[in-house]
């Protein structure tokens, strides 16, 4: 029977899954609830087994808990314009904070030390506190031992040694440490979790070494964000959500994962659980448009150095010289498996690690990518003759097989259909391509690509249009509504304006909108493979936003703007879907998220005026 997520007193062990702030290192990352418990973090990369994974089972996953030790009120904010986490305890003793952050240099490419520090000062009064460090190593399915070597506990497991140094005393009892003080007023104590190699003397990290970091770390975040240029309304949005896409990157490699989590639930007690800690082409591509749009060019050139190692590897054929999705480090296989022994976010199982998504073949996101290439070369810096080589290479297969079905850009497990996003984004590929041949004068097959984008544009207004439901949809020759035709308008397929479109817009309106809330589709109407129902699609509103913006509805669409703003969490991130009460569902934070908000910012700020 499936743990209902609470314990013998009433009290759920799993917070909201908003309840959270997240850190990282551009290596990996950790979330930190509000009541200052990490519950997830695996070290040393973000696909890396967990370390602590309580948010996916309270008993099994491992965690570590700080906390005042008498009854207190909690606040979570980020130290501004960074991506250190600050938690505030609040009793009638006293007020004390826990600083959480992985220290960064100046250098994020270079060996990273995979630190994770987390300070605590008592800034008024006296509080007593509590730690509680148990890791669960290889998801919670690895033994492990620990020990105490002076005041630094040592775990060690097959796979993976951390050690905990600490300026509080520790306990051990040869699985968890544990540690109890008490602070007063200006005083301080630093807890530092550090991987260690067999051999290695673990190292200390003392209150002046803890301070340096910290201050190191907080000028990387501030010296970075000093690069946008975004200075409209919505600037503390938008630069949170900038932050999140930067932690979500993968400095050795360039490589945006999709986010930092696995299984999630996007429908509590459902099965629609997915590991999202991997590079998705159209999410990372998206993620270069987002960047370019507020002026960061480096995090551009260096997933387009990613991606043109990828374009190399598999050639042609009737799946395509990419996959949709690949590991942080470029591998190709993401083998799915299961992980009965844990229960899940709230009993929703199963937990997956692993993506058997990466054999779909999805045909969007070549006009994903190229958009964002065609992007980089008009606002970063012109591609090299080898990266156009690159391209035309794609563009040329996706004239050979624009026509074919597709899995689609939902991903889903119902088997391959003519979708009408598909589609679109193949007349995107081929038009950004012609605009850069055209724009610079490079060679290409141009009668042929024009042809191909030509054939596909008549093909989606003749078959994509459905007169019955006077609104494009999901697939060519049906009735169905699909929120992803919001992309049209977007990608100029066609005008903002247009009868057809504004007919398409009211049509979504009325059918997949609720309260400026967007569901992706109807699985009822469109099954797709998949048991259970899911929450609306936050990337999915922030389009509907900047689709009336452009339809010239700045009253709606501001309005829809400032009510998707409240489903925020307390420090301004998202997961995919928000669910019937307005709480967080899916994996958390999502870039997918994130980078539409910033979109739409964006657009609905120029439209403004």
């Known amino acids: 029977m499936a743990n209902t997520g609470f314990g013998q007193e009433g009290v759920s062990p799993y917070l909201p899954i908003a309840e959270h702030g997240l850190i990282g290192d551009l290596h990996s990352a950790a979330l930190v609830g509000t009541n200052g418990t990490i519950d997830w973090y695996c070290c040393p990369r973000f696909d890396s087994p967990s370390v602590f994974a309580s948010i996916l089972d309270a008993n099994r996953g491992g965690s570590f808990e700080l906390a005042a030790d008498v009854p207190t009120r909690t606040r979570q904010f980020y130290f501004p314009d960074t991506n250190v986490l600050i938690t505030r305890f609040f009793a009638s003793d006293g007020v004390a904070e826990i600083q959480d952050f992985m220290p960064i240099t100046d250098d994020p490419g270079a060996a990273a030390p995979h630190r994770l520090i987390r300070r605590v000062i008592c800034v008024r009064g006296s509080l007593p506190f509590t730690a509680r460090v148990a890791p669960r190593f290889g998801y919670g399915a690895e033994a492990h031992s620990a020990e105490l070597q002076g005041n630094t506990a040592l775990f060690r497991s ?54 340096d970091q910290f201050e190191t770390t907080v000028r990387f975040w501030r010296n970075w964000l000093a690069a946008s240029r975004y200075h409209g309304r919505w600037r503390e949005m938008v630069h949170r959500s900038a932050l999140v896409l930067k932690l979500l990157t993968y400095a050795p490699t360039g490589a945006i994962v999709a986010a930092p989590t696995t299984s999630l639930p996007e429908q509590i007690g459902g099965e629609r659980n997915w590991d999202y800690r991997f590079v998705w082409v159209r999410d990372a591509a998206f993620c270069v448009y987002a960047m370019l749009r507020l002026g960061f060019t480096e995090e551009a050139e260096a997933f387009m150095g990613f991606l043109s190692e990828r374009g190399t590897e598999r050639g042609g054929g009737s799946e395509g010289p990419l996959q949709i999705m690949y590991g942080i480090d470029g591998r190709n296989e993401l083998p799915e498996r299961e992980l009965p022994h844990l229960e899940g976010y709230l009993g929703s199982a199963p937990v997956r690690v692993g993506n058997a998504a990466t054999g779909q073949l999805q045909l969007d996101i070549y006009g994903a990518l190229i958009d964002s290439v065609y992007l980089y070369d008009k606002w970063g810096q012109p591609i090299s003759s080898d990266r156009w080589d690159e391209l035309g290479v794609l563009v040329d297969w996706l004239c050979e097989h624009w026509d074919q079905p597709d899995d689609g850009v939902w991903e889903t497990r119902g088997g391959r259909r003519n979708f009408v996003y598909s589609r679109l984004m193949c007349w995107v590929a081929i038009e950004r391509a012609i605009r850069m041949a055209n724009r610079r004068g490079l060679p290409a097959d141009l009668p042929r690509w024009r042809q191909s984008r030509d054939a596909i544009y008549r093909e989606i207004m003749q078959r994509g249009w459905s007169p019955d439901r006077g609104a494009f949809v999901q697939h060519l020759d049906d009735h169905v509504l699909d929120a992803s035709v919001l992309m049209m308008p977007m990608a100029k397929f066609i005008s903002p304006t247009d009868p057809k479109w504004l007919a398409t817009l009211d049509a979504l309106t009325a059918d997949l909108v609720s309260d400026s809330l967007v569901y992706r589709y109807d699985p009822e109407a469109s099954p797709d493979g998949l048991r259970g129902a899911e929450g609306t699609f936050s990337i999915c509103s922030f389009w509907y936003v900047e689709s009336l913006a452009r339809a010239g509805r700045l009253e709606e669409a501001r309005l829809a703007f400032e009510k998707m703003l409240t489903y925020a969490n307390h420090v301004g991130l998202y997961a995919e879907e928000i669910g019937l009460t307005g709480e967080q569902l899916g994996n958390f934070p999502q870039a997918f998220t994130h980078l539409s908000l910033i979109s739409a910012a964006f657009n609905l700020d120029r439209a403004l005026g």
Do not use: M, Y
Not at 182 to 206: M, W
């Open 158 to 211: 097959e796979s993976l040694s951390l050690a905990l140094s600490a300026t509080a005393p520790l306990e051990c009892d040869g699985l968890d440490a544990r540690s109890r003080f008490k602070l007063l007023e200006g005083e301080s104590a630093v807890f530092a979790l550090d991987p260690v190699s067999d051999g290695v003397i673990p190292r200390a990290c003392p209150q002046a070494e803890a301070e």
